[in-house]
């Protein structure tokens, strides 16, 4: 029987390590999504959408459909189903492969201020500035609700929900994003702070671009840590050499 290897997707990096898996044959693939999305784009192989129910439901999903290795290449913020991942994996005694994207690294002119969650940056934001570009997804924006003096230009895929601070405007977008669009979006609304997460890749860095030539401040929610003992690869072409050296013979 060919081996089976489950992909919690969800990512650039996990479509294409479920496209490297599928061309070569003998592997079945099944990419799992959240389901937060409506219309996620195409996944090779099969797929299947929804919670497991925590650590001990995703292990039972393992079990059931006879699964051989996990691949984790969910987003570098999805710290909950990373260490679901983890616990099933020790729970099951499968293999498990975490793909993690490097972080972003500030060069000499950028002004970034760390920040360790969503609410730390809040907490910084009065002292930086007053028009916020928030580039931090549509979930979380409780986090800045009370900051009722700011305004906020929230850029996400789908339209969020309140609670969110009361002046936001919307703008709907799905990466990539270019240097030049960036600026555009920066200069025509008049921001003059940017919030993002340490998301990684090249696919949502023209922000930072953008904001380092205006001399912007940025701050960068720092992300969460990866489950004891689980050591990531950097990028695509690590994670399918792993699991081809593990599903080897099998
Ligand atoms: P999370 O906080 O780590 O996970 C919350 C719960 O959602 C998990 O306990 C699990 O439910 C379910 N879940 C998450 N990823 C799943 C997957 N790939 N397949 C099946 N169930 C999943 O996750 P999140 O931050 O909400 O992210 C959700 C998804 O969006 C992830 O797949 C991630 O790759 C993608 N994403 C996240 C971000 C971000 O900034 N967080 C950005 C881009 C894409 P059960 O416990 O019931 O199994």
Redesign the pocket.
Known sequence: MSPHVLV????TEARALADGLTTRTGIRVTT???G?VTRPGPVAGEVRV?????AE??AGWLREQRVDAVADA??P??????A?AARAAALTGLPLVVLRRPGWEPGPRDRWHPAASLEAAADLLPGLGQRVFLTT?R?GLAAFAHLTELEFLVRSVEPPEPPMPPRTRVLLARGPFTVTGETAVLRDHRVDVLVT?D?GGAATAAKLTAARALGLPVVVVRRPPLPDGVRAVPDVAAALRRLHELLRGR
Do not use: D, E, M, P
């Not at 919690?8 to 990512?11: D, F, I, K, R, V």
């Not at 929804?50 to 925590?54: A, N, P, R, V």
């Not at 913020?77 to 990373?82: L, M, N, Q, V, Y």
């Open positions: 919690l997707g969800g990512t799992s999504l959240a937060r929804g919670g497991f129910g925590g439901g995703l969910t987003h913020f999805a710290g909950t189903i990373t679901n997804g979930l997460k998301s």
